[in-house]
């Protein structure tokens, strides 16, 4: 059964960086696409960014482009999710979640999150003066 965890949350000012993990266990990343999520207080949840589980192809909300970077090391079972330039906004828990949808292999897409069927149990990130 794969398991995933999330790490590297934490607060930060506006304007910092951080850079979250997600490390699998019970099982090979290797067949599976990568999704980042995040919920903030009293909003629904919110697809940040993904990778394809071949050819690495990535995929962003618009309002996290050209600041976040999802990245994996499938030697260390592990997907990064770099984030800079953070802004209040970008407040909440973030969640690493696995797909093996077979169309993820070269593209993937977060939508609502209901193609991914493993999820970890979240990060908190904190952006705030």
């Known amino acids: 059964q794969l398991q995933l965890v999330e790490s590297g949350g934490g607060l930060v000012q506006p304007g910092g960086s951080l850079r979250l993990s997600c490390a699998a266990s019970?099982?090979?990343?290797?067949?599976?696409?990568i999704g980042w999520f995040r919920q903030a207080p009293g909003k629904e949840r919110e697809g940040v960014s993904c990778?394809?589980?071949?050819?690495?192809?990535?995929n962003h909300a618009d309002s996290v482009k050209g600041r976040f970077t999802i990245s994996r090391d499938n030697a260390r079972n592990t997907v990064y999710l770099q984030m800079n330039s953070l802004e209040p906004e970008d407040t909440g828990v973030y969640y690493c979640?696995?797909?093996?949808?077979?169309?993820?292999?070269?593209?993937?897409?977060?939508?609502?999150?209901?193609?991914?069927?493993?999820w970890g149990q979240g990060t908190q990130v904190t952006v705030s003066s």
């Open positions: 019970g099982a090979t990343l290797d067949y599976y696409a």
């Open positions: 990778i394809s589980s071949h050819g690495g192809k990535t």
């Open positions: 979640a696995a797909s093996g949808f077979a169309t993820f292999r070269t593209m993937c897409i977060m939508g609502r999150g209901t193609s991914y069927a493993y």
